[in-house]
């Protein structure tokens, strides 16, 4: 299995440090080559594997010197799983609040920070929550503005960046700077805005070039890539390899990239099916050293090697010449199939593993959890989903709604059960901290698009980076641009970002974790950034009210947590006010103080 | 004196994922007893030479390399891969003279005299061996295991396993050159796909030792704003069903109020008498900067950090391929006596009997020469040094062929080194899994491999 299967975070409640003997088959591909090449000798000729399992179950995996020769055939029994079938239909279901039986709702004002910060990313206005407290009944035309603003987009293409394995340097040593990636996601931002049809959206980045709109196979070239990389053939390897295991947990669903070295252990995806899906994309990659990938897909004519097998995923071991075929599992293959028809086959309506797997992604985006617990794999190592029916009625409401994602979200958050009162909290992520802080001191610089923008690093950080990698942008007004906008560097993430949990961009990352951490605190409590950010709150506040404290922690309650505080609140708020002035350095700093703590506080940081 | 386990682990009290709040219930229940057997080495300190020390020059005497020098190698040794094409060079004789040290009589060249001082204290492994002849593959495989970016690193694999024996201090800590520029960058201490919090957190000398760390805030004025999120959390969670994210959130603000004072304190070396600053080189400016982190080093073993890394070299460091005498002659002045320093203080303190250090790159150099007087990489025989808990000391393992160009006998790979030092702290590497994707991932990976056996005490 290669290194490159997309993280799963979800999983941590599975680890076990003290479980018996196990096999893992974490090998990465250059590896898989070098250790059966040369390591171990003896594992070059054909034989059996036995791993096992923490469920003491063994698994023998084929490892072959022909994998197209031993290639297992597809049986019936593999096509029962649940997630290969073909959706099922619950008769006289029409919603989702046919399926989950309604709780009780939520309070306007919880609500309106909820579909808030899941539709834009930022939390509302007070103006927005007293507007909204005043008529609840104007719920789907407040959910119709958020989907048509443009924040909709800049909020929700984070998501699809993730899945992308998206930055804009290559990584490795230099990790040199891609000058064009934003064009990408800007088209990403932007396909969401415009409302893209779902499945031109996910055909584009497979085949664009091919359909007249190129930009989007930005996607295919988002992995990391060492153009210095000594052997070509082995770059292009990995990179082919990245490619076809990203678009198959991505566009499938599974862990297709388990393939490359050996048939997959659990699902009937075999090593040649692997080979024959990259088929598809042989013609794209042609390195020239040092020269970077991309931004776009192009087909290569000349000097593209014959696609093959590699035998133990070994570049150095090319095997049968094979044809490009969608895997086997999944029926016939038109003649004469390229690349176009790949990402048509995969986003269609007929391909129910790409609906149910887009399905349980957006359930997860708006809920917290999938309903399939493990995002990236429907396969058998994933979970069965907890409401399979629910899941089937949402894939096909894809197509039925003529493939409208904001359609989508508005069948979502217009049910009772995403209104109700107890939904999981979910934590901001960094990306989201960072808009809001910046939003709710009115500091948020709302202009779209263009290159990304290079914030200022602490100077602990930036020391650490080679020459040339820690230039800032000159215009301290773009430093409070949207996270969506700043310059993603593979090889450093944002401070802030990365403590809480951005994914690394080395591979597809399809749900992320959530650590809770000291380093955290210290960030939120401590940096520059925290206290330039209460800083101008106070001073705005103050400037509005004065020494009025009742007003004072009203208005920044307001702000902040878009309710109204208690009146036990707003006497710990003005005896606090009054001590801490004495602390610091005047009363404006002891505001500003109040407003740190409102956005360190729990409620500030997870959404109910 | 290094402080005494307690039973709230850092698992406990810093590291709680959403996900993985099952498993830190479990950490918990068996913070007694985390290891699968008894360790012999609890804690480890990694010196990591940045750039690729050269065995040939350093560690591993090469008489036929004198021999030959100048003569291509022979054409038996079949075809080399290198990363500058430097296969049909001539051989570069070893450019300073090997001399036997100690009772053991281990031979170290005369680059490294504080060091071979210490000959006795060595388990001078000289048959390791890796898979990439490129820098940021090999810095990532010899901590991460893997030549691939992204996997976790040996030092979040040992928090993970064992946590820290302190519940105010990280449990892996980081202390890069300050010249920055390391080939690959923070994913060499990354946690890859374990969570966030077993990641190595870096720390440096002086007032700032953690990032954000400081407080611009006296630490009255500061208490007073923690006080009011604190009864905030409090009144927000009264208003919510029980739950341990939340409070885990609570528990890492006092943490990191903790850790404030914590961290300057293992940092302030003001305390340290001149002997030991002597001890170190810490009196004399060629040393003064790799020995402060190499008694820095000491200072958090001491305060129960469980894995301390710490980099000599920036981007280039010991990357000798200009001229190896010029290169070797800069780097080991700047870290042979504090290396050596760090372990006579760590023998007088009773310490070296249960802390595992490491010397070592992430490969070594090629016998022919590039450009005349360097050399370029060479992952395929090189020598890394181990002291201290549960190895042999005055001990030589393994070796590599005539030239020094690949490890021939007794061969260690870089698996096998992990899985030796796991299991010197008392971590079998097969048993410490993490599941990704419906699979138990592992350090070590796929492929056997082993625990060298015959270098343990």
Known sequence: MNARIHRRGAEGQRSRVFSKTILCLSAPLPLCGKIFGTKHALFSIGFSLLLCLSNARAVAIHVSADPVKDEPKITEKDREHWAFKPLQTTPGKTSIDDFIAPQPHADPATLIRRVTFDLTGLPPTPEEVSAFILHPSSFESVVDQLLASPRYGEHWAQWWLDLARFAETDGYEYDAERNRAWQYRDWVINALNNDLPFDEFVQKQIAGDLMGDETGTGFLFACPDMPDLNNQNERRHVLLNDITTTVGSVGLGLTVGCAQCHDHPYDPISQADFYRLRAFFDNTVLPKERKPLGPSARVFIEGVPASTVFVRGDFKRPGATIQPSFPRLFGETPPNSDRATLAKWIASKDNAIFLRTMANRLWQQHFGQPLAAIPGDLGHQGEAPTNPALLDWLAAELPRQKWSLKKLHKVIVMSKHYQQVALPRKRLTGEMLRDAMLSVSGQLNLKTGGPGVKLPLPKEISDTLLKKQHEVNPDATEHNRRSIHTFARRNLRHPLFELFDRPDAQMSCARRNESTTAPQALMLLNSEFAHTITAKLAADLNATHGSDATALITDATLLCLSRQPTKQEVEAGQKFLQKQTALAPDFQAALADYCLALLNSNEFVYVD | ?457
């Open chain 2, 1 to 457: 004196m290094h402080t005494a386990p307690t039973t709230l682990s850092r698992r406990r009290l810093l590291g709680t994922t959403a996900m993985g709040l099952s498993s830190v219930a479990l950490s918990s229940l068996m913070a007694e007893s985390r290891s699968h057997f008894p360790a012999k080495a609890k804690r480890v300190i990694w010196l990591f030479m940045h750039g690729g020390p050269s065995h040939v020059d350093l560690f591993d005497p090469k008489p036929e390399l004198i021999r030959h020098a100048g003569k291509l190698l022979p054409e038996s040794y079949g075809t080399v891969e290198t990363r500058r094409k430097v296969a049909q060079n001539p051989l570069l004789a070893p450019v300073k003279l090997f001399r036997k040290h100690g009772q053991s009589g281990i031979e170290i060249s005369d680059f490294l005299p504080h060091m071979a001082g210490i000959a006795d204290e060595m388990c001078v492994i000289r048959s390791c061996h890796g898979d990439s002849v490129n820098h940021p593959q090999s810095v990532y495989q010899m901590n991460t295991g893997s030549i691939q970016m992204g996997k976790p690193s040996l030092g979040s694999w040992v928090s993970y396993g064992l946590g820290s024996e302190n519940a105010d201090m990280p449990a892996f800590v980081v202390l890069p050159d300050p010249g920055g520029g390391l080939k690959g960058g923070p994913p060499a201490w990354g946690s890859g796909f374990l969570p966030a919090t077993y990641q190595g957190t870096t720390m440096r000398a002086g007032d700032n030792p953690i990032l954000h760390l400081q407080s611009p805030q006296s630490s009255a004025r500061q208490r007073a704003t923690l006080d009011l999120i604190q009864q905030m959390n409090a009144q927000h969670q009264a208003k919510r069903e029980a739950d341990s994210e939340l409070d885990a959130r609570i528990r890492a603000y006092e943490l990191a109020f903790r850790m404030q004072s914590a961290a300057p304190e293992a940092v302030d070396i003001s305390r340290e008498t001149e002997a030991t600053k002597h001890l170190y080189g810490i009196d004399d400016p060629t040393t003064k900067e790799f020995g402060t982190r190499c008694l820095l080093a000491r200072r958090m073993i001491e305060r129960g950090v469980r894995f301390v890394q710490l980099y000599s070299g920036d981007t280039n460091g010991w990357d000798a391929h200009e001229n190896v005498m010029k290169n070797h002659t800069e780097y080991c002045a700047r870290t042979d006596k504090p290396v050596a320093g760090l372990i006579r203080d760590l023998k007088q303190r009773g310490l070296l009997e249960d802390t595992l250090v490491i010397w070592g790159g992430e490969f070594g150099r090629m016998p022919m020469s590039e450009k005349g007087v360097g050399r370029d990489h060479n992952p395929w025989g090189y020598t890394t040094v181990l002291f201290g808990a549960g190895v042999k000391h005055g001990h030589v393992h393994g070796a590599t062929d005539d030239f020094g160009l690949r490890a021939s006998e007794d061969k260690v790979h870089i698996h096998d080194l992990h899985a030796t030092i796991l299991h010197l702290l008392g971590l079998d590497h097969d048993r410490l899994t993490f599941r990704l994707n419906g699979l138990d991932q592992k350090l070590t990976g796929v492929e056997e491999c082993h625990v060298v056996k015959n270098i343990l005490a």
